[in-house]
C-alpha cells in the first residue's frame, strides 16, 4: 500500500512539471512582458526596467522557470500586484468561504442524485423515468447564469427569504444565512447532470444476475437496491464525485461572484479583470496538484468500497 | 446512397440515417438545430437582422403584448425615475451605504446630469455619456425616425429591437460555439491519431500532454488564458475553447486507432505500401469518423455554454457585438428594473438550441453506434 502510494506520487511528478511549465509558457512567454501591465499607462524607461528586475525578468527563461519552482516549493508567490496582500494569504483566507459553500453543496448533491437517480432506474423505460429525463434535459440545456439571475432577483431580491448578498465572520452565520440560497441554486444546476450520470450507472447494474439472485432468495426490494446494487455502483460514483471535487472549487465562481462570497472562485474572476497573474498562476498550480492527489484518493478508496480491486 | 445493385449491402451513413429517421425526437430536434442553422445563415449573409443595432423603438420598450407605457413607466425619465423602480430590500446589505449616499446627493443636489446607478455606485463617466447621447439623439433627430412605443418582444435601454438582437446574439453564439468545437475535434483527432498509431514514444508524449491538461480544471484553464490573452474578439475566444477543450476527442480516438491498427485492412494497406499518412487518414479514418462527429455535437454544445459564460464575464465577445452572454449581463441589470423581456429572450433561444442540439446528439450517438445503447 505505501509502495502503490509512493509509485503513484512519484508519476505524478511529470505532470506536475508539465503543468508548470504550461502555467510559464503561459503567463511568462506568451502573456508578454508582465512589467508594462504592472506600470500601467502612464510609464517609463527607467520604471519598466525596475519592475522587470523586482520580478525577476530580466534574467533568461532558464532562472526565471527556476524562480517559478521555487515559488511553488515554498509556496512563496510574493504579493498580489493589484492588491499588494500576500498570495499565501490570499488563497488560504479564501478557501474557508469556498468550503462553507462547497461541502454541503457536494454531500447534498450527491445524496440527492444517488436516491433519486436509484428510483428512476428502478422504473426504468416507465413514464415517469421518460419525464425525469427529459427535465434534466431541459433543466441542463438553460445557462446556469438564468438560474442565479432568476432565483436572486425573485427569491431574494422580490420576496425577501433570503439575503441578496454577502458574507459575515462567523462561520454558523455565513452557512445558515448567507450560504444558503447560493447552496440552493447550485443544487438545482447541478442535481441533473449528476441523476442522469447516475441513473446509467445503476442501471449497468440493475440487470446483472446478482439482483434476480437476491430476489430470488427473497431480498426485500430496498434491500436489494440500497445495498447490493448501491455498492455495486458506488465506484464510478465515488470516481465521477471526487474527480470533480477540485473543479468545483473553481466551478463555483459565478456563484461566489453573484453572491459576493469572498472564495477562491471569485478571487479567480477578479484576478483575470486585474491581470493579476501571479495570482491566478498560483491557484492554476495548487489547483491541478489537488486534482491529482484527488485522483489518487479515489483510487485508494475503490480498494475500500470493492476489495476485489488490485491496486497495481 | 440507393445503389442500382440490390446486393450491395448499405454503408454506416446509410444504416445510421435509417435509425435516425425513425427516431421522431431526434428528427423534431434535427429540424429545430436546423432552423436556428438556417435563421444563422441568414442573418450572416445580411438578409435578416441587419440593422439590429438601429434604435427603432423607445427605451425599453416594452412587448406588444403589454401596451404602450409611459416615460415613468418605464423608468427612463432621468435618474430619479429609475431611482424609485429600485425599491429598498429590506435585507439587502447595501441599503444602508446606498440610504446614505442618496442623503448626501440629496443635500448636494447637483446632479442632474442623470447618471443611471445601481447600489448607489455613481457612474464616474455619466456626465461624458449624457453629452455624447445628447449629440446622437441630435444626430437621429435629423434623420427623423419615430420611435416605437412597443416592439413584438420589445426593446432594450437603447430601443434595439429584441427579436433582432436575439439573432444576431445566436449568430455569434452559435458561430463561436460551432467553429471552437471544430478546432477542438481537429486537434483532438489528430493529436490521438498520432499517439494511437505510432505508439511507443509518441504515445507516452501525447499522453503526458492529455494528463497536463486534464489536471487543470476546465473552467479554470479558460479562465487562466483569457487572463493572458488581452484583446478580445470571437478568434479569441474561440482559440480559448478549442485549445482547451480537445482532451476528450483525444482519449476517444487514440482508442480507436490502437484497436484498428492492428486489422487485417490495415495490414493489407500496409502490404500494399501505403504511406503511415494514408493508412492514418485514408484507410483507418473513415471507419472511426463517427466518432469525431458525436464529439464535435457534444463540444458544441459546451462550447455555446462557455462562451455564454465568458461574453456574461467580459471575457468574450467585444463591447457592441451581441452574443447571448452580453445579453445576459445586460439583463441582469435590467430585471431589477423590472425589463424582463431581453433576459426571456436570450434564455429561450438558448434554452431551445441546447436542449434540441443535446437530444440529437443523443439520437445521432445511438444511431451510429447501437452497441453502446
Known amino acids: 500500500m505505501t509502495a502503490y502510494i509512493l509509485r503513484r506520487l512519484w508519476q505524478m511528478l511529470p505532470t506536475m512539471l508539465g503543468v508548470v511549465v504550461l502555467v510559464f509558457l503561459l503567463f511568462n512567454w506568451v502573456g508578454g512582458d508582465p512589467a508594462y501591465i504592472l506600470a500601467g499607462k502612464m510609464s517609463n524607461p527607467e520604471q519598466i526596467a525596475n519592475i522587470r528586475k523586482q520580478l525577476g525578468i530580466d534574467e533568461s527563461y532558464w532562472v526565471q522557470m527556476w524562480i517559478f519552482i521555487k515559488q511553488i516549493v515554498t509556496a512563496d508567490f510574493g504579493a498580489s500586484w493589484s492588491t499588494g496582500e500576500t498570495i499565501s494569504n490570499v488563497l488560504t483566507t479564501r478557501l474557508g468561504p469556498s468550503l462553507t459553500v462547497l461541502i454541503p453543496l457536494t454531500i447534498l448533491e450527491t445524496l440527492l442524485a444517488i436516491g433519486l437517480a436509484l428510483g428512476v432506474a428502478y422504473v426504468r423505460g416507465s413514464l415517469t423515468d421518460r419525464m425525469v429525463m427529459i427535465a434534466c434535459t431541459v433543466g441542463m440545456s438553460i445557462s446556469i447564469l438564468v438560474y442565479i439571475i432568476v432565483f436572486q432577483y425573485w427569491l431574494a431580491y422580490k420576496l425577501g427569504l433570503f439575503p441578496v448578498q454577502g458574507w459575515g465572520d462567523s462561520f454558523a452565520e455565513n452557512l445558515f444565512h448567507y450560504a444558503l440560497l447560493p447552496i440552493l441554486i447550485a443544487l438545482a444546476v447541478g442535481i441533473a447532470p449528476s441523476l442522469r450520470l447516475f441513473r446509467t450507472f445503476f442501471l449497468d447494474e440493475i440487470n446483472q444476475d446478482y439482483v434476480r439472485t437476491g430476489r430470488a432468495k427473497g431480498l426485500s426490494e430496498p434491500r436489494i437496491l440500497w445495498v447490493h446494487v448501491l455498492r455495486n455502483a458506488a465506484i464510478p460514483i465515488v470516481t465521477h464525485v471526487m474527480a470533480n471535487l477540485p473543479s468545483l472549487l473553481i466551478g463555483a465562481f459565478l456563484i461566489e461572484r453573484f453572491f459576493s462570497i469572498p472564495g477562491i472562485g471569485r478571487e479567480v474572476i477578479l484576478a483575470v479583470e486585474r491581470s493579476d497573474f501571479p495570482v491566478i498562476k498560483a491557484i492554476t498550480v495548487y489547483v491541478a496538484a489537488a486534482t491529482m492527489l484527488f485522483n489518487l484518493l479515489a483510487d485508494l478508496m475503490y480498494k475500500a468500497i470493492d476489495p476485489r480491486v488490485q491496486l497495481k | ?373
Do not use: C
Open chain 2, 1 to 373: 446512397m440507393n445503389s442500382p445493385m440490390e446486393t450491395t449491402s448499405p454503408g454506416l451513413w446509410a444504416l445510421a440515417w435509417r435509425r435516425l429517421r425513425t427516431d421522431r425526437i431526434a428528427m423534431v430536434a434535427l429540424a429545430v438545430v436546423a432552423l436556428f442553422l438556417l435563421t444563422l445563415l441568414l442573418s450572416a449573409t445580411g438578409i435578416v437582422a441587419r440593422n439590429w443595432d438601429a434604435e427603432i423603438g423607445v427605451n425599453y420598450a416594452p412587448p406588444t403584448f403589454m401596451g404602450a407605457q409611459s416615460a415613468e413607466e418605464r423608468g427612463v425619465q432621468g435618474m430619479h425615475a429609475a431611482e424609485e423602480a429600485v425599491p429598498d430590500n429590506p435585507r439587502d446589505p447595501l441599503a444602508d451605504v446606498i440610504r446614505k449616499l442618496r442623503a448626501e446627493r440629496g443635500a448636494g443636489a447637483a446632479t442632474d446630469a442623470a447618471p443611471v446607478e445601481y447600489y448607489g455606485v455613481v457612474d464616474p463617466l455619466a456626465r461624458e455619456i449624457a453629452e455624447i447621447r445628447a449629440e446622437l439623439a441630435k444626430g437621429s433627430a435629423a434623420t427623423a425616425v419615430e420611435r416605437r412605443a412597443t416592439l413584438p418582444l420589445g426593446a432594450d435601454k437603447w430601443g434595439h429591437d429584441i427579436i433582432q438582437k436575439t439573432i444576431k446574439g445566436s449568430e455569434t453564439s452559435i458561430v463561436v460555439g460551432l467553429t471552437a468545437a471544430l478546432l477542438a475535434t481537429l486537434l483532438g483527432t489528430l493529436f490521438g491519431a498520432l499517439a494511437g498509431y505510432y505508439g511507443k514514444w509518441v504515445d507516452d508524449f501525447f499522453n503526458w500532454f492529455y494528463s497536463v491538461f486534464t489536471s487543470v480544471p476546465y473552467l479554470l484553464l479558460i479562465l487562466a488564458v483569457a487572463a493572458v490573452l488581452q484583446q478580445k474578439g470571437v478568434l479569441t475566444i474561440v482559440l480559448i475553447l478549442g485549445l482547451t477543450g480537445w482532451t476528450g476527442v483525444f482519449r476517444l480516438i487514440r482508442a480507436e486507432y490502437i484497436k484498428h491498427k492492428g486489422r487485417e485492412y490495415v495490414m493489407a494497406a500496409d502490404a500494399i505500401g501505403a504511406s503511415d499518412l494514408r493508412k492514418m487518414f485514408i484507410h483507418i479514418f473513415p471507419n472511426i469518423s463517427h466518432v469525431p462527429l458525436v464529439q464535435m455535437s457534444i463540444l458544441t454544445v459546451a462550447f455555446i455554454k462557455s462562451e455564454v459564460i465568458l461574453s456574461f464575464l467580459g471575457f468574450g465577445v467585444p463591447v457592441g457585438m451581441a452574443s447571448w452572454g452580453s445579453m445576459l449581463n445586460e439583463a441582469q441589470n435590467e430585471l431589477i428594473l423590472g425589463k424582463w423581456w431581453q433576459l426571456a429572450a436570450a434564455s429561450a433561444a438558448m434554452a431551445v438550441l441546447v436542449t434540441a442540439f443535446s437530444l440529437f446528439t443523443d439520437a445521432l450517438r445511438d444511431a451510429l453506434d447501437p452497441k453502446l445503447k
